[in-house]
């Protein structure tokens, strides 16, 4: 699926280029293995869930924009939809590659490096749009918007944008639950995340994440809705649940996975809770 762009902006030669510290970042970050460990099955398993409900029926088009690795688009492909995965880190589109081949009877319809900026797809050729990772990873709010732009642009009328951003709190909460506060470095790191949103890590220490602003819930639904969107939902991905200490210990029980599962959604929609909330997410609609 190829086509011509239709303006300036959404041309490669005019967008800014991408931050070198996240590029660094993932390539010494695994991240195909995020999903997998920690609380990372839970933020998987919920967003598929929100998919699953949201999502127009297969075989429709599903342009994953900022794909990392592909699980997202890999198990789009399983269930039928026509999923192209576009991703600017060269690293990680060589392992949405593999991951992908690892499933020869549900292949992606496609896969490449591509920007959010500058979507290489026509207008209006896509039923849904995922924006799991470009709205915190561009920093500038111009960007951001210059993405979910593209991501209008593409849409049919009618078409789902599905948007992640990380809670502006999402640092302050895992420092105080893995004991990273006690680190005068990412005391710092946190007091700039409260203050203005603008995630930086100085140091080396990957479990500090990398360039990335952090939204307020009323923020990110603000920027969708400027692009043009009309708001849906915003859902909390995973809710409080993925607090406690001994999260992987309950997660591997199928009762007690079962129960967070369902309290998770039980509270997702819930605005006091949002900011509690590592990921949310926004469903919107192109009109």
């Given amino acids: 699926m190829t086509g011509e762009r239709i303006n300036k902006n959404?041309?490669?030669?005019?967008?800014?280029?991408?931050?070198?510290?996240?590029?660094?970042?993932?390539?010494k970050f695994s991240e195909d293995d995020r999903?997998?460990?920690?609380?990372?099955?839970?933020?998987?398993?919920?967003?598929?869930?929100?998919?699953?409900?949201?999502?127009?029926?297969p075989p429709a088009v599903?342009?994953?924009?900022?794909?990392?690795?592909?699980?997202?688009?890999?198990?789009?492909?399983?269930?039928?939809?026509?999923?192209?995965?576009?991703?600017?880190?060269?690293?990680?589109?060589?392992?949405?590659?593999?991951?992908?081949?690892?499933?020869?009877?549900?292949?992606?319809?496609?896969?490449?490096?591509?920007?959010?900026?500058a979507l290489d797809h026509p207008a209006g050729c896509a039923d849904a749009v995922l924006l799991?990772?470009?709205?915190?990873?561009?920093?500038?709010?111009?960007?951001?918007?210059?993405?979910?732009?593209?991501?209008?642009?593409?849409?049919?009328?009618?078409?789902?944008l599905f948007a992640a951003g990380i809670s502006r709190y999402a640092s302050v909460l895992d420092g105080l639950a893995r004991g990273y506060l006690d680190d005068p470095e990412f005391a710092t790191i946190v007091r700039r995340d409260l203050e203005n949103g603008q995630h930086r890590n100085p140091t080396d220490n990957l479990a500090y994440f990398t360039t990335a602003y952090f939204h307020q819930p009323a923020e990110l639904r603000e920027e969708i809705v400027a692009a043009g969107f009309t708001h849906?939902?915003?859902?909390?991905?995973e809710g409080p649940v993925w607090l406690p200490d001994d999260f992987t210990q309950r997660w591997a029980d199928p009762g007690q996975r079962a129960a967070m599962l369902d309290l998770a959604r039980e509270l997702e929609a819930d605005e006091a809770l949002l900011g509690v909330s590592p990921h949310l997410l926004v469903v919107a609609i192109k009109a």
């Fill in 10 to 27: 959404s041309d490669p030669d005019t967008t800014p280029p991408f931050d070198p510290n996240i590029l660094v970042y993932y390539g």
């Fill in 35 to 57: 999903l997998i460990t920690g609380t990372g099955p839970l933020e998987f398993a919920r967003t598929q869930d929100i998919l699953t409900r949201y999502l127009p029926p």
């Fill in 62 to 117: 599903v342009l994953d924009v900022g794909a990392g690795t592909g699980p997202y688009s890999c198990w789009l492909a399983t269930e039928g939809y026509e999923a192209h995965l576009i991703e600017p880190v060269p690293r990680l589109v060589e392992q949405a590659r593999q991951r992908a081949a690892r499933q020869p009877e549900h292949p992606l319809a496609s896969c490449r490096a591509g920007d959010a900026r």
């Fill in 132 to 160: 799991f990772g470009p709205l915190y990873h561009l920093t500038a709010q111009a960007e951001r918007l210059q993405a979910l732009r593209e991501a209008h642009r593409v849409l049919k009328s009618g078409g789902r």
């Fill in 232 to 237: 849906e939902v915003t859902l909390a991905v």
